[in-house]
């Protein structure tokens, strides 16, 4: 694992009058054919997030999520539309993103069986029985109780809305957005990679700050785990000293 701490990118506030036009940027933004249906998707697995909670949200199918918004009355069903959309984003390549990652999931649909899964206590997170479980269980031991788990299983949709969570942070631009969160089908965290923290820190868990702490130094020291994203890393994502990787 690689000891160099990174300057995460700074994210803004997403405004709908700006033009994504700007033929000087090399980067992509959001179409404005997207931005109605980017936006209201945003909002529907917001409200699906809090009819389910935070923890199920991790694990909730595609099609779960759609019955849910049709079901529930504070949530409208999904439009064909934003169902066009989402279907775009899964099935898009980003390589035009400049993000190279292995695709983990071929399917919308696919759901995440739970019995395979155990829920870790005080985290609302879920991790894959066996080696994942077991990695984290060694991590605790070997380095101690002030080490957390932050992420472990993230299901498409979970995925899926993290990702449109940080379009609309970098203000439309998908490039940007694509080099810290994976889109939905390209995370390693919907089949056994989990994030790890200091107890007590927050998001500062997930920015530079993590890679001088002493729980980071004594993660470099265990053989049986490694970082997924190097400095410089193939894939095209920023460097994560957080991420362990399983798969």
Known sequence: MLRRAFLG????????TVSFADEQNPDIWLREDQKIPFLSVVQKLDQVEHIVGYAKFNLISF??????????????PFTQAELAYIEEVFYEDPSKYGFYGKR??????????EKEVVKVPHSGHYLYRGHSQESFEHILKDVGNSIILTSGIRGIVKQLSLHLDKVKSENGNITLATRSLVPPGYSYHTIGDFDVGKKGWGHENFTASFAR??????LQKLPYISMRYTLGN??????????????
């Open 9 to 16: 990118a700074m994210g803004a506030s997403f405004i709908s």
């Open 63 to 76: 099609d779960e999520t759609i019955k849910i918004a049709k079901n529930y009355a504070k949530i409208e």
């Open 104 to 113: 983990t999931c071929f399917q919308l649909s696919e759901i995440i069986n």
């Open 213 to 218: 702490t002493n729980e980071f130094w004594s």
């Open 234 to 247: 193939q894939d095209g994502v920023r460097f994560e000293p957080w991420h362990v990787k399983i798969v």
